[in-house]
């Protein structure tokens, strides 16, 4: 078990210190069922044998990274991307070429980087003369897939004020909330693992990025 902890903090970015070993043992033991083992052990033996596949790496991911997550997380970052980052790239930006790069890594299910393009809707009046990226990357599939369908429930919800969901989402049949499709279009989704070498294009030209939210 120290051994494969150690293998996944170098090839997943994934930190499991003894403490939290319980919990790394129960997602292994769901992800040794994906794997076709019955014997959590020798599932471990054989994830040790080589390095990590991107196919094990997939499916290690649905099973151990941590999906708690909200709209307007962390709200201190985003107060000071808000009140003072922000402004200063507009001003700089304006009237020049009106370019904002912004890349959520580690996006999980989406609420962060659709957060983003709230402010930026609220922020910039204008924001159809804007060229605007927001590029949310995340190592789980499963996540992943979910943030590009842009339907929540009321637990995403949890520390937002209720006009911010009658302003920016609609009302699903199933009584979940979707994100309004201009807000939408203003966020591109792929997969990366950030302990890994292959990175999205985009990602590749990360010292263009104006804010990096991690």
Request: with cysteine.
């Amino acid at each position: 078990l120290a051994r494969l902890s150690t293998c996944i903090t170098r090839q997943m970015g994934l930190h499991f210190p003894p403490v939290r070993w319980p919990e790394l043992t129960r997602g292994l033991a769901a992800a040794c069922q994906d794997f076709g083992y019955t014997d959590v052990t020798s599932c471990m033996h054989w994830l040790l044998s080589s390095p990590l596949t991107k196919p094990q790496i997939q499916t290690l991911a649905r099973h151990l990274t941590v999906g708690e997550t909200y709209f307007f997380p962390e709200k201190r970052s985003l107060d000071v991307f808000a009140e003072h980052m922000l402004p200063a790239l507009i001003s700089a930006r304006r009237g020049k070429k009106q370019q904002l790069r912004i890349w959520s890594a580690g996006c999980c299910t989406g609420e962060e980087p659709y957060s983003i393009a709230i402010l930026l809707s609220n922020m910039l009046p204008d924001l159809a003369h804007w060229e605007v990226t927001i590029l949310a990357t995340d190592i789980n599939l499963a996540f992943l897939q979910k943030a590009a369908e842009g339907v929540y429930n009321e637990w995403s919800f949890r520390t937002t004020d209720p006009a911010m969901q009658e302003k920016y989402f609609t009302r699903t049949g199933s009584g979940g909330f979707a994100i309004l499709p201009h807000l939408k279009k203003m966020v591109q989704f792929a997969y990366c693992n950030l302990a890994g070498e292959s990175t999205p294009l985009l990602v590749n030209d990360a010292q263009t990025m104006d804010v990096i939210f991690c």
